[in-house]
């Protein structure tokens, strides 16, 4: 289908204003009032919780994990029963000082394993794949934006805005191009051609905004974990800056040689977690980072070392407020007869409920509300407890 579209509409739809080439991993941001800010990472491909928190204390694991259990010895231990694997040295380093935690054998409704359905259930936060057309993240801001002054923004930087932050809440996306930088001149001369259009002259002030955050924190150099997390610190600590963000990590489907996959892949979360938190500087104290995937991995490893699309996960709560150190688990066990299906990790907690648990007790929204508004259809009440008020 085509779709005839005017200046306007592109220009309320995508400002491109070549700040240099834009890597892997994309980041969404939405401007919301308030001081507290909440990013949202979205791991793409299924991470595999039992590598990310390993749960050695359970006599099951050893022969389902075989060799890789090597390599959590003297990793850093939440209790006596999980350990966390050793790439996730700033992770380990939060959860020691209380600004970290994790959620086990935790998963959405969804009970397949497909990586689109899955992740269109997590982002929508339906009861099924394609049932909701919007994102919870939009709700959210939606939510917060009701009785504030003026409408919330909503600002994606990333070709696209991903479907968490699609919705009714205003959305504008901002993608780096690898043209030449516009010109100090030009732009001028936009922002004077535009100065009496009462829709383009705003939107255009917003885009310039927008640039001025990006263009002195490596927007051009985006080519590393740690610059992504630089960056997402630079564009959301100040009094200015976006309130909600979203950042997606892909690498995560590891089928073959996981022990070796996971462990890049679990180096560049850390790098991208620890400067994030670096940058936030002060703003950390406000600052709640939640961490998710769309489903675990089997338990078994496979015949060539990877593991194979399962269900539960693990989850990772960060920031200045969490009440850290600690797995917040109902943990099924290891044993064949304790799989889901006879092969997976059997989910015990919904990952809904950590998600709308957690935006709603950092947020300072109504529990019940939040689950309500951002999970609609779920019976599960939300956790609370993640954060210190």
Same mark, same amino acid.
């Given at each position: ?9 592109l ?5 491109m204003?070549?700040?240099g ?13 308030g ?10 491909? #299924?991470?595999?919780g039992m590598?990310?928190l390993?749960?050695v ?9 075989g ?5 959590y ?5 939440l ?7 050793p790439a996730?040295?700033?992770?380990a ?7 970290a ?9 969804? &009970? ?6 899955a992740?269109?259930?997590?982002e929508?936060?339906g009861?099924a794949?394609?049932?909701?057309k919007?994102? !919870?993240?939009?709700?959210l ?6 009785? #504030?002054?003026?409408?919330l ?9 991903p ?9 504008s996306?901002y993608?780096?191009s690898?043209l030449?930088? #516009? ?5 001028a ?7 009496s259009?009462g829709?383009?002259g705003?939107?255009w002030?917003?885009?310039l905004e927008t640039?001025a955050m990006?263009q002195?924190?490596?927007?051009r150099?985006l080519?590393?974990?740690?610059a ?12 200015g800056g976006a309130?909600?963000g ?5 690498g995560w ?6 022990r ?6 679990? &180096?560049?979360?850390d ?7 670096s940058?936030m500087? #002060?703003? !950390? ?17 496979? =015949?060539?070392?990877g ?9 990772l709560v960060?920031?200045? &407020? ?8 109902? !943990?099924?066990?290891l044993?064949?007869?304790?799989l889901?299906e006879g092969r ?11 998600l ?7 947020m300072r929204?109504d529990?019940?509300l939040a689950?309500?508004r951002?999970f609609?259809?779920?019976s599960?009440?939300?956790?609370? =407890?993640?954060? &210190?008020a």
């Amino acid at each position: 289908m085509k779709t005839a579209l005017d200046r306007r509409s592109l220009l309320a739809g995508s400002l491109m204003l070549g700040a240099g080439s834009l890597a892997l991993p994309r980041l969404a941001f939405a401007q919301v009032a308030g001081s507290r800010n909440l990013l949202f990472v979205l791991l793409r491909g #299924a991470a595999d919780g039992m590598a990310m928190l390993a749960p050695v204390g359970d006599p099951g694991l050893e022969a389902l994990r075989g060799a890789s259990l090597a390599d959590y010895e003297g990793a850093t231990r939440l209790g006596s029963f999980f350990a966390v694997h050793p790439a996730l040295a700033e992770v380990a380093a939060a959860a020691q000082s209380g600004e970290a935690l994790f959620v086990h054998a935790a998963a959405t409704a969804y &009970r397949e394993r497909s990586h689109f359905d899955a992740q269109n259930l997590l982002e929508t936060g339906g009861t099924a794949p394609y049932s909701v057309k919007d994102g !919870w993240l939009n709700r959210l801001a939606a939510l917060l934006n009701e009785g #504030a002054p003026a409408p919330l923004r909503a600002l994606a930087i990333a070709q696209a805005v991903p479907l968490a932050l699609r919705g009714d809440a205003p959305v504008s996306n901002y993608a780096p191009s690898a043209l030449p930088a #516009a010109s100090e001149d030009l732009l001028a001369r936009v922002s004077q051609l535009y100065a009496s259009d009462g829709e383009l002259g705003p939107l255009w002030e917003r885009a310039l905004e927008t640039k001025a955050m990006a263009q002195d924190d490596g927007l051009r150099n985006l080519r590393d974990a740690s610059a992504a997390g630089e960056l997402a610190a630079s564009l959301m600590r100040d009094a200015g800056g976006a309130r909600i963000g979203m950042i997606e990590l892909g690498g995560w489907d590891t089928h073959a040689n996981q022990r070796f996959a996971f462990a890049r892949s679990a &180096r560049g979360l850390d790098a991208l977690l620890g400067a994030y938190k670096s940058g936030m500087g #002060a703003a !950390w104290a406000d600052t709640l980072v939640v961490v998710a995937t769309e489903f675990g991995r089997t338990a078994r490893l496979n =015949g060539t070392g990877g593991s194979d699309h399962g269900t539960a996960s693990a989850a990772l709560v960060m920031g200045g &407020r969490v009440r850290g150190g600690r797995v917040i688990a109902d !943990w099924p066990g290891l044993a064949d007869r304790q799989l889901f299906e006879g092969r997976d990790l059997a989910p015990t907690t919904s990952l809904e409920s950590l998600l709308a648990g957690a935006a709603a007790e950092h947020m300072r929204l109504d529990p019940d509300l939040a689950m309500a508004r951002l999970f609609p259809g779920r019976s599960v009440k939300p956790i609370a =407890g993640i954060v &210190r008020a």
